[in-house]
């Protein structure tokens, strides 16, 4: 376990960063490092823990060799609630084990992600390993709503990110169709207008 691998995941701003140590067919461990640090958390222990298992280690986007966020682009706690969902979808883990690690009990450390995690995908977690934290906290009368909401924005987004495509290139007229069908409060004349600006002439369409 002292072998260790360098993995990434493509993002929409780059790339997730991850390093991964023990056999492929382990059963799966997604370790989350602590405030302002990176993977490298990890070094030390993971040589001390079971070796039948395979421990992955990632970067939260702007940390470690992750890619950073778009310049002026905020990073919210639930961004990388849904980075620990992109990179068990890249890993294709259905089910597996979460350690989160961070400082004392600092509200916007990471480990916070760990339960959050948890307590939006509980079918996706077995154990819940937290270094130096509490778990998440919610009032009783605000637990659903909070899943239900959490839930539905993130999953839609990576519902939308799989199904990029390269843009389909049409005529104006078929532009103009497409955009009053979408929008019925629109005139014709005022759909033309903000076409003008809105769409992007290539040599397709």
């Not at 966020?69 to 990179?87: E, I, K, N, Q």
């Not at 450390?109 to 270094?131: A, H, N, R, T």
């Amino acid at each position: 376990l002292g072998m260790f691998s360098e993995l990434k995941f493509p993002v929409p701003w780059g790339h997730v960063a991850a390093k991964a140590w023990g056999p492929l067919e382990g059963h799966p461990v997604l370790c989350l490092h602590g405030w302002l640090d990176n993977a490298n958390t990890f070094d030390r222990l993971i040589p001390l823990l079971p070796r039948d298992c395979y421990y992955v280690a990632m970067d939260f986007s702007g940390h470690g060799l992750s890619s950073h966020r778009p310049a002026g682009s905020p990073y919210h706690f639930l961004d990388y609630v849904t980075d620990v969902r992109r990179v068990a979808a890249a890993l294709q883990w259905r089910r597996f084990t979460l350690m989160g690690h961070s400082m004392g009990f600092l509200f916007l450390s990471y480990c916070f992600i760990s339960p959050q995690f948890c307590f939006l995908y509980p079918e996706m977690v077995d154990k819940l390993i937290l270094l130096e934290n509490l778990g998440f906290l919610l009032a009783p009368e605000d637990t659903e709503a909070w899943v239900t909401s959490k839930r539905m924005v993130i999953d839609r987004l990576l519902s939308l990110e799989a199904k990029q495509q390269t843009p389909k290139a049409r005529s104006p007229k078929a532009a103009l169709q497409r955009l009053l069908e979408a929008n019925r409060h629109l005139t014709a004349e005022g759909g033309a207008i903000l076409l003008q600006r809105g769409a992007t002439e290539t040599p397709a369409g």
